[in-house]
């Protein structure tokens, strides 16, 4: 069961980048296929199964965010992750703020990424 939402939820993660950089490129595009129902509605489920199923995991694993660092890492770049694609995509002020935002979305969802795999908030393995 743990394999299969953890499966889950690194799929979640990669539709949930995926529809974001597309949503970020129809956005800077000015095309109105960015206000579709349906590409709006695939990135909110997207979403929803990661932070779902990284809920559920937290639960089988017994730990949580502010009690074991790693987590705390993780939910604080989820965050930062969503601010970041709420100004990309609907409240940045200009083209330069929105750019701003989808640029640095992207990276931090790379450092999640990174982070999740090293474990290592620098992202430095094996330097000690």
Sequence with gaps: MHQVLLSTHALAA??????????GILMFRGSAALE???????????????LLTAVVLMVMIAQYPFVDGWLT?????????????????????????????????IAVFGY?????????PLLIVGLG
């Design 73 to 105: 890492v993780k939910l604080l770049g989820l965050i930062a992750y969503i601010v970041l694609g709420v100004i990309a995509l609907r409240r940045g002020r200009t083209r330069q703020i929105r750019m701003a935002a989808f640029i640095g979305g």
């Design 36 to 50: 579709n129902k349906v590409l709006r509605v695939a990135s909110q489920v997207a979403d929803t199964v990661l």
């Design 14 to 23: 990669v539709v949930s980048l995926g529809l974001f950089i597309a949503r």
């Design 112 to 120: 999640l990424y990174l982070y999740s795999i090293t474990r290592e």
